[in-house]
């Protein structure tokens, strides 16, 4: 069995500070990992993901995330938050080897404040 | 440009019709997904389906059917329908087995039941 627990359903930053959206999961197997970005009336696209080789992930718009086994935790963050940064966030985990369910988070709504 | 196609975008219809949402999913992709987003359940997993077999269920009512063809695309038929059946509905494909389980998402088809 798999599961994500996402910490915090709305998350608000002032612009430039520090993003952080915390990620916990469960997983019987070696897990692969992921943060999509959902923008207001769009679908999902993946922001980064984590598949077994480095632990610190590196994704698009200035996210990266690390992979911490000891802690089950996958958290995303980045620097500096822009006006842009505006969007849902979903964390979500798959087993790897088989037919891949995904199971993905409730989702955090992320605020930025000028 | 995720490369997977849903139709229709949107969909207006009453309570008791039934409707059909389909889904294209990306060239050499083998698996579909469906998931439904509403405001107050975020966003729940439906079913997945893996060359043309259903390989595993969600929240999914028995209301609700699904099925992959032959060429791979996939209808997603909701019956009986209810106020609370409004929602985003999406489709999500993936190369299948011994992938990553990353998912490349559609834009959705956003219905509303009236």
């Known amino acids: 069995a798999q599961s994500v627990t996402q910490l915090g359903s709305h998350v608000s930053v002032s612009e430039g500070a520090l993003v952080l959206l915390r990620c916990n999961y469960s997983?019987?197997?070696?897990?692969?990992l992921f943060w999509y970005v959902q923008y207001p009336n769009q679908g999902l696209q993946l922001l980064l993901k984590y598949t077994s080789a480095a632990t610190l992930v590196k994704g698009i718009n200035g996210f990266e995330a690390e992979f911490k086994k000891s802690e089950t935790s996958f958290h995303l963050t980045k620097p500096s938050a822009h006006m842009s940064d505006a969007a849902e966030y979903f964390c979500?985990?798959?087993?790897?080897?088989?037919?891949?369910?995904?199971?993905f988070g409730i989702g955090t709504k992320l605020q930025v404040i000028p | 440009d995720s490369g997977v196609t849903q139709t229709p975008k949107h969909l207006i219809t009453a309570t008791g019709q039934r409707v059909t949402l389909r889904c294209s999913p990306r060239s050499g992709d083998l698996s579909v997904y469906w998931y439904q987003q509403s405001l107050d359940q975020g966003l729940q997993f439906l079913i997945q389906?893996?060359?043309?077999?259903?390989?595993a269920k969600g929240n999914i009512l028995e209301r609700f059917s699904a099925q992959q063809f032959p060429d791979l695309h996939s209808e997603l038929n909701l019956s009986s329908l209810e106020l609370g059946d409004s929602a985003l509905y999406f489709c999500a494909s993936s190369v299948g087995r011994m992938n990553t389980g990353e998912l490349f998402f559609g834009e959705g088809s956003r219905l509303t039941v009236l």
């Open positions: 389906y893996y060359n043309g077999e259903e390989r």
């Open positions: 997983s019987s197997v070696p897990p692969y």
């Open positions: 979500a985990v798959s087993s790897s080897g088989g037919y891949q369910k995904v199971t």
